[in-house]
Structure formats: structure tokens, C-alpha cells
């Protein structure tokens, strides 16, 4: 129990065009979401947390507008990078809370690897 | 703000050695800790947590203590095995479910 599926698992792009991630709770409902960025040998990074139905929370230093996030569903967030950049290429993680479970133990999903031309 | 530091790594080790890995933390307050281990290709799955001081988590002969003297959470076991070769990230949560902070990750190599 307890998956969190992400979707694609690597994506190539070019430079300027749009990235669409998705981040599903396959068998629970998660009342928050959470969005990372993974840099080579580097640790987790939150760039935002977003709950069903609301505007996501971002942090300090991240671009609300460069990084769209849309929770739609108990079930599923997804995070766009808008007008991708070389500089965008990164590992992109998500997790996610169950709306039964601890409050405190998040769920991840196996990454999205980002690379921008 | 709130932050861990854990030792660096590569860590090598013997199967049957004896582990740690060493994690501290900077916290305001009074924060939740846990350990999450990464296995190659896979997503970061809970290995084990402490919600207060003195508490100790232990999974799978994992051990880690919630030390509030010494703002510690180092992680033990004492005979690894070649499948707990992973990156495994210390981790803080001030409040619940937010705020998390995870430390720089310890890469452990463990060679048959």
C-alpha cells in the first residue's frame, strides 16, 4: 500500500517548451502533495507544497509562475515547468500524505528526470 | 532556519560490519525526525522516525535515538548487508506534515 506513481519517469525537451509532470496516489486519497527538486549528490529541495482544491504554497526563492502546480484531486498533483530552461534539468520528486496515515509521513514517488536542451 | 547535516559519504563497508551514519539537526523547535532510505532507481521510502526526545525508531535492525541534548539522530545497525547499499537521507519536520527538511544524503556502498 501507500504508492505514489509518477509520470513521465524521464522527459527530454527543447529549450522554451512546457513540461507536464504528473504525481498520483495510487491506493489512498493524500490530503497534500509536495513537490522536490533533486540535484546531483545533492539533497531534496521543497519547491512547494500544494492541497486539494487550493492554491499551492511555494517557497522562498521558487517561481509560482515558472512552476505551475495543480492539485485537481485527492489523488493527483501535477507540477508544469513553463518555458523549460538547461537550467530547469533536474530531478523532480513528489509525495504525498495520506489523508488516514501519520501526518508526518510522507510517500514518494520514484522521480521524474528532467533534461532541457 | 531549520537545517540537518549529515556525514559525508561515500560510505564502503564489509557485509556483517558494523554501521553509522551520523545526522544533526537545527531546529526552533521541537521537530519530528526521521531516517529515509533511497535504493537505486527507486523512490525515497521511510526507514524509520522519532516524534520526541529519547525516542528511539528501529526498522528492518535499523536503530536511530532522538538525542535533544546533543540535537542527534544518528542512524545504526549492527551487521549490514550488500542490499542495504542506498543513499539514506536524515530528515526533520517541525510541524505536522510541513516544513520538512532532509539533510544531504550518505551514499553506503556495501561490498560482499
Known amino acids: 500500500g501507500a504508492v505514489v506513481s509518477q509520470h513521465p519517469s524521464w522527459v527530454i525537451c527543447k529549450s522554451g517548451t512546457s513540461v507536464k509532470i504528473e504525481c498520483r496516489s495510487l491506493d489512498f486519497q493524500a490530503t497534500t502533495m509536495f513537490w522536490y527538486r533533486q540535484f546531483p549528490k545533492q539533497s531534496l529541495m521543497l519547491m512547494a507544497t500544494?492541497?486539494?482544491?487550493?492554491?499551492?504554497?511555494?517557497e522562498q526563492g521558487v517561481e509560482k509562475d515558472k512552476f505551475l502546480i495543480n492539485h485537481a484531486s485527492l489523488t493527483l498533483s501535477t507540477l508544469t515547468v513553463t518555458s523549460a530552461h538547461p537550467e530547469d534539468s533536474s530531478f523532480y520528486i513528489c509525495?504525498?500524505?495520506?489523508?488516514?496515515?501519520?501526518?508526518?509521513?510522507?510517500?514518494f514517488g520514484p522521480g521524474t528526470r528532467l533534461t532541457v536542451l | 532556519g531549520n537545517s540537518v547535516t549529515q556525514m559525508e559519504g561515500p560510505v564502503t563497508l564489509s557485509e556483517e560490519a558494523f554501521l553509522t551514519i551520523n545526522c544533526t539537526y537545527t531546529?526552533?523547535?521541537?521537530?519530528?525526525l526521521f531516517w529515509y532510505v533511497q535504493y537505486p532507481g527507486e523512490g525515497l521510502q521511510l526507514l524509520l522516525k522519532a516524534t520526541k526526545a529519547d525516542d528511539k525508531g528501529s526498522n528492518k535492525g535499523f536503530e536511530a535515538t532522538y538525542r535533544k541534548e546533543t540535537t542527534s539522530f544518528h542512524l545504526e545497525k549492527g551487521s549490514v548487508q550488500v542490499s542495504d547499499s542506498a543513499v539514506y537521507f536524515c530528515?526533520?519536520?517541525?510541524?505536522?506534515?510541513?516544513?520538512?527538511?532532509f539533510g544531504p544524503g550518505t551514499r553506503l556502498s556495501v561490498l560482499p
Open positions: 500544494s492541497n486539494e482544491g487550493s492554491k499551492a504554497t511555494y
Open positions: 509525495s504525498a500524505i495520506s489523508l488516514a496515515g501519520a501526518l508526518d509521513e510522507q510517500f
Open positions: 531546529a526552533t523547535g521541537y521537530p519530528s
Open positions: 530528515a526533520l519536520s517541525e510541524e505536522y506534515g510541513q516544513n520538512f527538511v
